[in-house]
């Protein structure tokens, strides 16, 4: 069974003597500098990469209450080979489900090297015993889940019950065993960037693999400058440690542009190192059908439409 | 105390507002600085006009008539405006004419071009007009207003959104009209109207895959080259008159759905 890494010198618990090192975040500053890392023009062949490296990294999403196993096997057929008529475009990186749907997911994405990341752990408001949630992921790996996303007890963080969240991370991740596992901070519910660099930092300490800014079931989700703040904690932490943690926005990347700056920002902040599906993934569902239409426009030289992309 | 009149700046209307070029660049014509679209311009407006179209194809016939007529009300009012940006007084009052004709033919259209046809079975058959989507305008030079609402008006009245490329000689009286529509009553991004050069734009309007017909009014020597681009995606191809009024040239941008619905099932 996994062992939560050792804590890192000034993450030790109890978080209450270690604020002090956790720092603030600065509002403006933060806001200003995604601001900026924004207005980068990425042009011709470094716009071609960028647009493939989004896709490879897209996590490729459905969670409704009404996915069926139809939806999920077309999801993954589209996971697969994105655009059925260029066999040049690469997968992305995984399909995105709720369990009850991992075994369609996975007959389907059977050797193919697309992942399978199942959310597990009361998803989404995580308002559920420890033992339930414990339960959801067991059943989640055992199904055949090789990434596990679970979401943080928001209740318990808001109320300053910060060991309670650290406990439930450090349990989930040995249930997970060999399974990834993405820690969902649900950044909306968590109201400001000093708590969500304080939530990001607390997930990384407890073993999290990933750190997730959304479950995409709220408005608002991710942003810009809540990446940067979270990306700003993974390069604290490799800084101090040397140990590489993932960044996953989810939730609100729609377009292809939008999805580039996001990848700036990474390079920016964490290097060329983190730009690949291993440490860096986007959830999303629209993105994916933008970004191919994008580079079928790159590939004619004419603008191309909506109709003529396969709806998931 | 003398005062500066204040001058106005020639933009583009995409989606209901007035950007300048993406591209920030301007040319100059009727000795005016004028807004130059870039082709991604272009773009934008398709998508504009993609996501205006729905809106207005499901509006009662009725009301598109109403939306219509209030566009030359609103052009009565600006007459005198109008008359100084193209022939004079006589086109516009036409131009003005040419609105209150088409209003009328909205709520009229399918009663005329639809039927009930008879077959050799226990069949309800009949055919309908629909509007064929986003369509394409390379405006003509001449008349400068009336040729442009004589194209406009045809593909609006039948439920079609539509981008168009202004006169690129004459485009003051284009971005005019684009002040009456956003006063008017149209729903933004059904009409979207570009200033710029033909040669560059046109191209990368006839080969947009998600525009569904394309007007080539206006567009002379490009002819042959716009016909080939839009044969991609076997966009309809339509050489209207620029003073014309009829019904077809509404039924140019339509199509006929037939139907049939079985009888006594």
């Not at chain 1, 992942?115 to 199904?143: C, H, N």
């Not at chain 1, 959830?283 to 994916?288: D, E, K, P, Q, W």
């Not at chain 2, 209150?100 to 050799?120: H, M």
């Not at chain 2, 729903?187 to 109207?193: D, K, Q, S």
Request: with cysteine.
């Amino acid at each position: 069974m996994a062992q939560a890494p050792v804590l890192p010198r000034g993450f030790e618990l109890p978080l209450k003597q270690r604020l002090p090192r956790i720092g603030s975040v600065d509002q403006v500053a933060v806001e200003a500098r995604a601001g900026e890392l924004a207005k980068r023009s990425i042009k011709k062949e470094s716009k071609i990469w960028a647009l493939e490296l989004a896709l490879r990294c897209c996590d490729l999403t459905t969670l409704e209450g009404s996915d069926t196993p139809g939806k999920v096997a077309a999801l993954c057929s589209k996971a697969i080979r994105p655009d059925p008529t260029d066999p040049n475009i690469p997968s992305v990186a995984a399909v995105c489900v709720y369990p009850n749907l991992i075994p369609t997911a996975k007959e389907r994405l059977a050797g193919t090297g697309v992942k399978i990341a199942s959310v597990a752990t009361y998803f989404p408001s995580g308002q559920a015993p420890l033992d339930v949630k414990l339960r959801d992921v067991e059943d989640a790996v055992a199904m055949g889940a090789d990434e596990i996303d679970m979401v943080i007890d928001r209740g318990a963080f808001l109320s300053g019950r910060y060991a309670t969240v650290y406990e439930e991370i450090v349990r989930i991740k040995e249930a997970c065993g060999e399974a990834h596992l993405k820690v969902i901070l649900e950044v909306t519910e968590l109201g400001t960037y000093d708590n969500v660099r304080r939530a990001s930092l607390l997930a990384m300490a407890a073993g999290g693999d990933f750190i997730k800014t959304s479950t995409g079931k709220l408005p608002g989700a991710a942003t810009l400058p809540v990446q940067l703040v979270m990306l700003e904690a993974i390069r604290d932490v490799h800084e101090e440690t040397g140990r590489k943690v993932g960044m996953k926005p989810a939730g609100g990347i729609r377009t292809a542009k939008n999805a580039i700056q996001y990848l700036v920002q990474v390079h920016e902040t964490l290097g060329p190192d983190w730009l690949t599906p291993d440490l860096y993934r986007i959830g999303a569902s629209s993105l994916v059908n933008d970004i191919l239409m994008q580079l079928r426009t790159q590939r004619t030289g004419f603008y191309s439409g909506k109709d003529y992309f396969t709806n998931d | 105390m003398p005062r500066l009149p204040v001058k106005k700046t020639y933009k583009l209307f995409i989606g209901g507002a007035f950007p300048r070029s993406e591209s920030g660049r301007t040319y100059e014509a009727q000795e005016q600085n004028v807004a130059l679209a870039s082709r991604k311009d272009v773009r934008d407006a398709v998508q504009a006009a993609r996501s205006g179209q729905p809106k207005w194809a499901s509006a009662t016939a009725y009301n598109r008539g109403q939306v219509l007529y209030r566009v030359a009300e609103m052009m009565e009012a600006r007459l005198s405006e109008f008359a100084g940006l193209c022939s004079g007084k006589e086109e516009v009052e036409r131009a003005i004419d040419r609105w209150v004709w088409y209003a009328g033919f909205a709520d009229k259209l399918t009663q005329v071009l639809g039927s009930t046809n008879p077959v050799a079975g226990p069949y309800f058959n009949f055919t309908i007009p629909e509007p064929t989507g986003v369509v394409g305008i390379v405006a003509p030079d001449e008349p400068a207003l009336l040729g442009l609402v004589s194209r406009i008006a045809p593909a609006i009245t039948g439920g079609n959104a539509v981008v168009v490329l202004a006169s690129e000689t004459q485009p003051l009286a284009a971005i005019e009209l684009a002040e009456v529509l956003a006063t008017s009553d149209v729903p933004g991004g059904l009409v979207n109207i570009l200033t710029g050069k033909r040669a560059e734009l046109a191209p990368w309007l006839a080969s947009h895959m998600d525009v569904n017909a394309i007007d080539l009014t206006g567009a002379d020597g490009l002819r042959a080259d716009l016909e080939r681009a839009a044969a991609d995606n076997v966009k309809r191809v339509v050489l209207g008159k620029p003073d014309t009024q009829s019904l077809y040239e509404i039924s140019a941008f339509l199509e006929l759905k037939t139907v049939w619905h079985p009888i006594g099932v």
